[in-house]
């Protein structure tokens, strides 16, 4: 399956900046999910983008996937602290199987 | 609401001593994946069910096994639990065709051996 890198592994936010997190891959991806696991919880779907430059918002989170479809994003702005947990990137193929990213852990400072 | 059940949600067994983690959906879902996850690991596909056929990844051990008797439950059986197998198992499920289609994740079972 394809695989992809995912930087940060942990992201230590104060509480109302942004940041984000980076989703690579060697090889041309069809289309990319990313989900959300909170501290004791399961992965729980976000978004998927498929096309070639498409972004994507949900309030304060912003997805990108890149020109080439190598790589994709997440921003978030202004964080908060139910943003806490762990945001994984995963790609598609066979049409339905996930090869998820290592995840960036996210904790908040108050 | 539809939705994906797993039972137990925490389940303590020996080491060496069979085990059978249970699976259940309401969604109507041709596909049934088992994930294995580790402390600050992504999930790890085991195998999953396409309708009735198993579809085993390459580095699943020969200790996992899986029954899907009908489309909706899956369990996952662990022959002989090493201490090793200690961890979170979560199952899913997604639709197919004119895809790809999110996942739905269970709640996930914890597993202790001891």
């Known amino acids: 399956g394809q695989q992809v890198m995912q930087i940060p592994q942990y992201q230590h936010v104060q509480e109302g900046e942004d940041f984000t997190t980076y989703c690579n891959s060697s090889t041309t991806l069809s289309n990319i999910q990313w989900y959300k696991q909170r501290p004791g919880g399961h992965p729980v779907f976000l978004i998927q983008l498929v096309k070639s430059g498409e972004v994507k918002k949900q309030k304060r989170l912003t997805f990108q996937f890149g020109e080439a479809k190598k790589n994709s994003s997440l921003h978030i702005t202004a964080t908060q602290t139910t943003d806490v947990g762990t945001y994984f990137c995963a790609a598609t193929h066979n049409d339905y199987k996930l090869s998820f990213g290592a995840g960036t852990t996210v904790t908040v400072r108050a | 609401d539809a939705m994906v059940i797993q039972n137990p949600r925490y389940q303590v067994t020996q080491f060496g001593k069979p085990v059978t983690l249970s699976c259940s959906q309401t969604?109507?879902?041709?596909?049934m994946y088992w994930y294995q996850q580790k402390s600050s690991q992504a999930p790890k596909l085991l195998f999953h069910y396409y309708d009735k056929d198993f579809n085993n990844e390459a580095d699943t051990p020969d200790n996992f096994q899986s029954r899907r008797p009908n489309t909706s439950f899956c369990f996952l059986d662990i022959r002989s639990p090493g201490l090793g197998d200690a961890a979170m198992y979560l199952c899913?499920?997604?639709?197919?065709?004119?895809?790809?289609?999110?996942?739905?994740f269970g709640p996930g079972t914890r597993l202790t051996v001891t």
């Open positions: 969604l109507n879902h041709n596909v």
């Open positions: 899913a499920t997604s639709r197919v065709g004119g895809g790809p289609y999110e996942q739905y």
